[in-house]
């Protein structure tokens, strides 16, 4: 048992608090049995968080007590440390009613790679210390196949972090996505994506024209319109052209070819289970992509309708 006692002077309304932190190989039981140990007491929990890595148990738990029954608590969770297999510390001090209150304005950046390297760990920390943020907690979220990393930060300004970290995504090759926190997180939202290189990872469009022969060409025309030298409708038509004459036996090949983006199935299997609502757009044919987002589970879509002549 590891107690510390610190003094903590104070101009701010402030109340006795101790802080308690359970660690060692997780089995059923551990938590009934720490606050079964506290039960007796008058005590106030005011904050608590757990958290199991490969069979290994942090749980840390802060509490309002009176002064008076310190060494009574200590006493008892030492015997109840012993009894668990555990190991049990406190510490115990006066804390300002503010540094306990829950934080505000807290920003969350979730972090995606493939693989996920400590360099990036250390990038984003790195880059939330120099905004001056302070990281409350970090969490993984998605291991498969892509691994996914949430901090939740503090003392940090949103679009000044997103900005910060637009860099680091670059040069460490991950993704970062920057969100304040707050109720409107847990709010029903429609998320819409691209298809094309997206949700997928070719092109539809381009696949069907390496049927037709003519694959260069329709990619040179991609170009030109990404150059702004064509509109949209007027880079469609013309590499719709080029595919004139294929039999309609192509369309069920390039089903076939299609390869979702890594992570892009969990994405939308998570979406939905969250209650979102999921839509997607494309610059290809519903003939093509239809069959796929029936199977995810997609209804709501826009893309191009190939006319088909017998």
Same mark, same amino acid.
């Given at each position: 048992?590891?107690?510390?006692?610190?003094?903590?002077?104070?101009?701010?309304?402030?109340?006795?608090?101790?802080?308690?932190?359970?660690?060692?190989?997780?089995?059923?039981?551990?938590?009934?049995?720490l606050f079964e140990t506290l039960?007796?007491?008058?005590?106030?929990?005011?904050?608590?968080?757990?958290?199991?890595?490969?069979?290994?148990?942090?749980?840390?738990?802060?509490?309002?007590?009176?002064?008076?029954?310190?060494?009574?608590?200590?006493?008892?969770?030492?015997?109840?440390?012993?009894?668990?297999?555990?190991?049990?510390?406190?510490?115990?001090?006066?804390?300002?009613?503010?540094?306990?209150?829950?934080?505000?304005? /807290?920003?969350?950046? @979730? *972090? +995606?790679?493939?693989? $996920?390297?400590?360099?990036? #760990? =250390?990038?984003?920390?790195?880059? %939330?210390?120099?905004?001056?943020?302070?990281?409350?907690?970090?969490?993984?979220?998605?291991?498969?196949?892509?691994?996914?990393?949430?901090?939740?930060?503090?003392?940090?300004?949103?679009?000044?972090?997103?900005?910060?970290?637009?860099?680091?995504?670059?040069?460490?090759?991950?993704?970062?996505?920057?969100?304040?926190?707050?109720?409107?997180?847990?709010?029903?939202?429609?998320?819409?994506?691209?298809?094309?290189?997206?949700?997928?990872?070719?092109?539809?469009?381009?696949?069907?024209?390496?049927?037709?022969?003519?694959?260069?060409?329709?990619?040179?025309?991609?170009?030109g319109a990404m150059r702004g030298?064509?509109?949209?409708?007027?880079? /469609?038509?013309?590499? @719709? *052209? +080029?595919?004139?004459? $294929?039999?309609?036996?192509? #369309? =069920?090949?390039?089903?076939?070819? %299609?390869?979702?983006?890594?992570?892009?199935?969990?994405?939308?299997q998570t979406l939905q289970k969250?209650?979102?609502?999921?839509?997607?757009?494309?610059?290809?044919?519903?003939?093509?992509?239809?069959?796929?987002?029936?199977?995810?589970?997609?209804?709501?879509?826009?893309?191009?309708?190939?006319?088909?002549?017998?």
């Open positions: 048992m590891i107690r510390d006692n610190l003094p903590h002077m104070s101009d701010e309304k402030s109340q006795y608090t101790g802080l308690i932190l359970v660690s060692g190989i997780d089995s059923p039981g551990i938590t009934q049995a039960a007796p007491f008058s005590i106030t929990v005011l904050d608590i968080e757990q958290v199991v890595i490969r069979e290994r148990l942090i749980l840390t738990v802060l509490i309002a007590l009176n002064p008076d029954h310190g060494d009574a608590i200590d006493a008892d969770l030492n015997d109840c440390a012993a009894n668990l297999g555990v190991d049990i510390a406190t510490s115990f001090q006066s804390q300002g009613d503010s540094s306990i209150a829950a934080k505000s304005g /807290l920003v969350h950046v @979730v *972090a +995606l790679g493939n693989p $996920l390297a400590p360099t990036s #760990i =250390a990038a984003i920390a790195q880059e %939330i210390s120099r905004c001056g943020g302070n990281i409350e907690r970090i969490q993984r979220t998605a291991s498969y196949p892509v691994t996914a990393i949430e901090f939740i930060i503090s003392g940090v300004d949103v679009a000044g972090i997103r900005q910060g970290l637009a860099a680091t995504t670059a040069e460490n090759a991950i993704d970062i996505a920057v969100s304040k926190g707050g109720l409107m997180r847990w709010a029903k939202k429609l998320v819409v994506m691209d298809v094309d290189s997206t949700l997928i990872q070719q092109e539809v469009i381009e696949l069907l024209a390496a049927k037709a022969g003519v694959e260069d060409q329709v990619k040179e025309i991609t170009a030298e064509l509109d949209f409708s007027q880079s /469609l038509q013309a590499r @719709v *052209a +080029l595919l004139a004459g $294929l039999p309609e036996s192509v #369309i =069920a090949e390039v089903r076939n070819q %299609i390869v979702l983006t890594p992570g892009a199935r969990t994405l939308i969250l209650g979102h609502s999921v839509a997607v757009v494309s610059g290809g044919f519903t003939a093509v992509i239809e069959p796929l987002l029936k199977e995810l589970g997609i209804t709501h879509y826009r893309a191009n309708t190939l006319e088909i002549l017998d």
